[in-house]
């Protein structure tokens, strides 16, 4: 158990999907609340975080900073190299769970995996991470299904939509704010955001401008 | 366990959301295959579907037939009249799995749900169906909550993708064509559907217009 949780991270002009509706200021610190709460996910099962970032940042846990471009390939730098079981979990996972992480770290396979909305993977989990690399561009779930299989492992896919529900765009503040329990909802509602439902169809709206929080 | 399985079916003019991919012919086969997946998985944990059709449509299951516009307020006439524990499962669910749905009817509380995307409700299963009543519309998902709260009813909230996603988009398309395993699967495919990636972002697209399969 007690894996070290690498943690991707983009401190600076993340989230550019989320564009139309926050500020550059606004989306680094809705980024940040979302890694908070992820952060607070990991260590609910005693997992050891390390954020991978692109660049250095203010935080109090430990940081790899690693080239903007190149996530995979420094992950496979790091990962022949770990002693012990690795965790790979996003940092816009803001509904992520401690229990949903436990259902992960206990499988029974060699590894497991969680797919991202959209054909991505949001979190992998190695036993034995010298045998695995990752492949993060485009279909990746489906890459590292057969990266696994390619490599002899067997692989459970863990069943989370708390997992699954990453947040890029602005549909996805709806999950936000009905699921969330976080930092990241708290943020997005003293911005103003609050669900709405027009003709059966539930959105989010901003309703003021009110000054930024201080978060 | 063994409950009987409710599952609300539009046979037509299903899914106007994909009206720009799919033709109206499609798209009542597309419905009726992901129907098929659903029963499938249904039945895979013992339990009795029946179909709850805003009209009469040829299928060898049970059917109950209910005006269009009220689903809500026939299933809440339904509920007190049951005897025993009833799950109510969405139509337009192909991703489901006997495995998950296994552990919705395994709960312990009073009663479980499971969140679609978007606010709504995508499975409600009910250990006493006579102290509940639904209410579809809108941001069903929190509204079910607070009926169960008010009903005094302890409630389970069950962490699962394959549950929580319906298809109603075309982007939904991408997750049934990464995930799926039934007929509605094979139905997107048979029809010339594929994934795309461009630019790392993962799509669907109609590769050929070929003559409409035999579904």
């Known amino acids: 158990m007690c894996p070290h949780a690498l943690i991707p991270f983009k401190p600076a002009g993340p989230k550019s999907r989320l564009s139309d509706i926050l ?19 990991v260590k609910d099962v005693n997992c050891s975080p390390v954020i991978v970032a692109t660049e250095l940042f203010d935080s109090e846990d430990i940081q790899i900073t690693i080239p903007d471009k190149d996530l995979s390939g420094t992950l496979n730098e790091v990962l022949p190299q770990s002693i012990g079981t690795i965790l790979i979990i996003m940092a816009d996972l803001p509904l992520a769970t401690g ?6 770290i206990s499988t029974k396979s060699d590894m497991a995996i969680v797919p991202g909305r ?3 993977t949001n979190v992998i989990f190695l036993k034995d991470p010298a045998k695995f690399h990752v492949d993060y561009y ?9 990266i696994a299989e390619e490599a002899g492992l067997s692989c459970e896919v863990i069943d989370s939509f708390v997992l699954h ?10 999950e936000l704010l009905t699921h969330g329990t976080g930092k990241s909802r708290k943020y997005l509602e003293d911005l103003g955001f609050v669900l709405t439902a027009a003709n059966g169809r539930v959105g989010v709206e901003r309703k003021s ?3 930024a929080p201080s978060a």
Chains 1, 2 share one sequence.
């Not at 500020?23 to 996910?41: G, K, T, Y």
């Not at 485009?138 to 057969?146: A, F």
């Open 23 to 41: 500020s550059p200021e606004e989306r680094e610190a809705f980024a940040r609340a979302m890694l908070e709460d992820v952060i607070a996910a």
């Open 99 to 104: 229990e949903a992480i436990k259902r992960v």
């Open 118 to 120: 959209g054909g991505g």
């Open 138 to 146: 485009g279909m990746s779930y489906l890459k590292h299904k057969k």
């Open 165 to 174: 529900t990453d947040i890029d765009e602005k549909e996805d503040l709806v």
């Open 209 to 211: 401008s009110a000054p």
